[in-house]
T-cell receptor, first 116, second 114 residues
Framework: AQSVTQPDIHITVSEGASLELRCNYSYGATPYLFWYVQSPGQGLQLLLKYFSGDTLVQGIKGFEAEFKRSQSSFNLRKPSVHWSDAAEYFCAVGAVVSGGYNKLIFGAGTRLAVHP | DTGVSQNPRHKITKRGQNVTFRCDPISEHNRLYWYRQTLGQGPEFLTYFQNEAQLEKSRLLSDRFSAERPKGSFSTLEIQRTEQGDSAMYLC????????????FGEGSRLTVL
């Protein structure tokens, strides 16, 4: 069965610093991978997704993620963090069925704090 | 553009009472999902519908939980005889017809069981 591990529960960075949030997945074939962000009182918002093709995926708000099959990882990166990026970030894998996926399985999340 | 709407946003109830949450998906979306999120955890899948058909239910969905989507539009999630362990955020999401469509989430319904 598919699963997702986010090893870091909390991360604190200074504004303007670079960011990398780790995500490891468990799945035998090529997965559908996602990063969502959840701000307080807000719904989950999709940052980016990987289905196939180029392993470096660009998303919204200046985020990118790289799929590394050999490491079963899909880490999220941002070169320069803004205070508004403080939120909880979730990595997810799609449970594959014929033609696509039918649900998402989420990791436990990483809470990002940004120091001024 | 109306997103996924959930009501009520917050429900406080006493143990043993029944509660019902409603989800209105994005209008052209045929898939609808319910997730539960507890503090410090990621969303956990509960169930999903394709049109009015409930295609999968998680083992997390005990006999006290029931979800419906009678006309393939809005959905309700009912919890009977609530327990303190049911306290959580209940999230609804919808996606379009294609099998790789993005899930759009509502803001959730927070349940507190006293």
């Amino acid at each position: 069965a598919q699963s997702v591990t986010q090893p870091d529960i909390h991360i604190t960075v200074s504004e303007g610093a670079s960011l990398e949030l780790r995500c490891n997945y468990s799945y035998g074939a090529t997965p559908y991978l996602f990063w969502y962000v959840q701000s307080p009182g807000q719904g989950l918002q999709l940052l980016l997704k990987y289905f196939s093709g180029d392993t470096l995926v660009q998303g919204i708000k200046g985020f990118e993620a790289e799929f590394k099959r050999s490491q079963s990882s899909f880490n999220l990166r941002k070169p320069s963090v803004h205070w508004s990026d403080a939120a909880e970030y979730f990595c997810a894998v799609g449970a594959v069925v014929s033609g696509g996926y039918n649900k998402l399985i989420f990791g436990a999340g990483t809470r990002l704090a940004v120091h001024p | 553009d109306t997103g996924v709407s959930q009501n009520p946003r917050h429900k406080i109830t006493k143990r043993g009472q029944n509660v019902t949450f409603r989800c209105d998906p994005i209008s052209e979306h045929n898939r609808l999902y319910w997730y539960r999120q507890t503090l410090g955890q990621g969303p956990e899948f509960l169930t999903y519908f394709q049109n009015e058909a409930q295609l999968e239910k998680s083992r997390l969905l005990s006999d006290r939980f029931s979800a419906e989507r009678p006309k393939g539009s809005f959905s309700t999630l009912e919890i009977q005889r609530t327990e303190q362990g049911d306290s959580a955020m209940y999230l609804c999401a919808s996606s379009a017809r294609q099998a790789t469509g993005e899930l759009f989430f509502g803001e959730g319904s927070r349940l507190t069981v006293l």
